[in-house]
């Protein structure tokens, strides 16, 4: 032990969920210690680092992480768009396509900013690392934790510096965060400490992606700033364009269930061609791409349910994908690391940092919402195994509904979106006023495209009823 660890935090995994914990225990702690295998590349800062290979696909800010974002780094909006980034509404400046209905266009006031989840990070990381109690790297890989001999207290981690020459070390601390993302090691090491794994939920939609990025006419959307089509219980593919930083505009294209995007260059514009909604198709058909596309694959989504555990040590509290990750199409990660960002500020100020129960039932709180959307819209695909419990099947069809009126009302289109952008809780789209227009606005009358296996695509806006 190095003696020195009181008042120390450390917190494992330099993402965004480390970062932005680093960012609140800083206000709190005398000093936090931010340990990451990986480095930041040197140069451009809008490369992927090894460590996060999504970095490499687009990655939606939603209007509520990047409220929270701006609450914790004042002027990061402006700085982002000082450098390009594209700023504007979810809604009024976007397009929306879900179960296969183009939402009605309207101003939702929520404002959110195109980047790359590189140069975000980046950002991020350099004011983070500006904070006078906080140290960023070197490069460390963590194997494990240390503590108190009854194996009931966390003490500290045990450390390789990833530097020729290097011996294992222990770095004391009186917490420590793991915000190791979806390839947390908590799980096997609570299996080391005699202590059992968390119950895991799973729901794989066998998810691919393939990214790209073009240079593009600015006004290809007619101005807008992205659009995004979701797959369908009819076509499991969809897409994302929008435009970031650098003058550069980002593709990804995904397929659930196996139909994934290819990473050949001209497969790649044929699985773009065949979206139901031709606007992506058409708009990097005339474009020039800067590179070739980059595939991940997303066999699940997966949630830790750390909360249902009898025993948990102290002086330990995961954070972000480290407790779930989830379906990506949703954009909800770095929402949801900066939403439990704000909970750790609290959980700290009111219950005392080491504490993990509260922490882990206040995780699963804000987390409940966005697994429900999550798991809804993928046990809508019949092929996608899980739990379909009646409140899955009536919600199911209370949201395709609701998107199907949502072509034409407006006020059901802001109102999913306030959801989506995890601003507005999901009741929120129960109550009796909103209900009533789903009741009546969609229905036997609206007409749905119904995106085909990819045979060749529909053109929505002859399909489409306004
Ligand atoms: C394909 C894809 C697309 C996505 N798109 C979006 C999107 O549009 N919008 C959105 O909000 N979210 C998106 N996400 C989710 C988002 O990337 C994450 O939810 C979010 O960044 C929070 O991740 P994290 O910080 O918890 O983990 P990560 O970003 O995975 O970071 C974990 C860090 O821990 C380090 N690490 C791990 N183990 C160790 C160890 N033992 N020792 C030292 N360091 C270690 C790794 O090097 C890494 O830097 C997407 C995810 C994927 C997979």
């Not at 993402?15 to 210690?33: K, S, T």
């Not at 140069?43 to 409220?67: E, F, Y």
């Amino acid at each position: 032990m190095d003696g020195a660890g009181e008042g120390r935090v450390v917190v494992v995994g330099g993402g965004i969920a480390g970062l932005l914990a680093a960012r609140v225990l800083a206000d709190r702690h005398l000093e936090v210690r931010v340990l990451d295998r990986d480095h930041p590349e040197r140069g451009d800062p809008s490369t992927p680092r090894r460590g996060v290979p999504q970095g490499h696909h687009i990655h939606a800010l939603l209007p509520r992480g990047r409220q929270i974002l701006e609450e914790l780094f004042p002027g990061l909006t402006r700085q982002l768009v000082d450098a390009g980034a594209p700023s504007g509404d979810l809604l009024g400046d976007a397009r929306l396509h879900l179960s296969g209905h183009r939402f009605a266009r309207a101003g939702a006031d929520l404002t959110t900013v195109s980047v790359s989840r590189p140069y975000l990070e980046t950002c991020i990381r350099d004011r983070v690392a500006a904070l006078a109690n906080v140290t960023i790297g070197p490069p460390t890989d963590v194997l494990g934790l240390v503590t108190t001999p009854d194996g009931k207290r966390v003490r500290g981690v045990r450390v390789l510096r990833r530097a020729d020459g290097s011996a294992e070390e222990v770095l004391d601390a009186t917490l420590v965060i793991d915000a190791m993302g979806r390839g947390s090691r908590t799980p096997t090491w609570l299996r080391e400490l005699g202590a059992a794994e968390p119950p895991q939920e799973r729901i794989a939609g066998d998810l691919g992606y393939a990214t790209r990025h073009y240079r593009l006419d600015p006004t290809v959307l007619g101005g807008d700033w992205g659009t995004l089509q979701a797959p369908t219980p009819h076509c499991p593919r969809g897409g994302a364009l929008a435009r970031i930083e650098g003058d550069r505009w980002i593709v990804t294209l995904f397929g659930l269930l196996g139909d994934h995007p290819s990473t050949d260059p001209v497969g790649f514009e044929d699985f773009a061609a065949s979206l139901t909604f031709p606007d992506l198709g058409e708009a990097i058909r005339s474009g020039t791409p800067l590179d070739d596309p980059v595939a991940y694959r997303f066999p699940a989504s997966v949630r830790c349910r750390y909360e249902r555990l009898r025993r948990f040590p102290d002086g330990l509290l995961p954070i972000g994908d480290a407790v779930c990750s989830l379906n990506p199409i949703y954009g909800q990660g770095m929402t949801v690391a900066a939403l439990q960002a704000l909970a750790l500020r609290e959980h700290v100020r009111r219950d005392g940092a080491s504490e993990p129960r509260r922490w882990l039932h206040r995780v699963a709180r804000i987390l409940d919402a966005p697994w429900d959307m999550v798991v809804g819209g993928d046990l809508a695909h019949p092929e996608v195994e899980g739990p379909r419990t009646a409140k899955v099947r009536v919600l199911g069809a209370y949201i395709a509904r609701l998107h199907a009126a949502a072509a034409r009302d407006p006020r059901l289109a802001v109102a999913f979106a306030r959801v989506m952008a995890l601003v507005d809780p999901p009741t929120s789209l129960l109550r009796p006023g909103t209900a009533a227009r789903v009741l009546h606005g969609g229905g036997p009358t609206a007409r749905r495209v119904v995106g085909t296996r990819p045979t060749g695509h529909l053109d929505p806006r002859k399909e489409v009823r306004r």
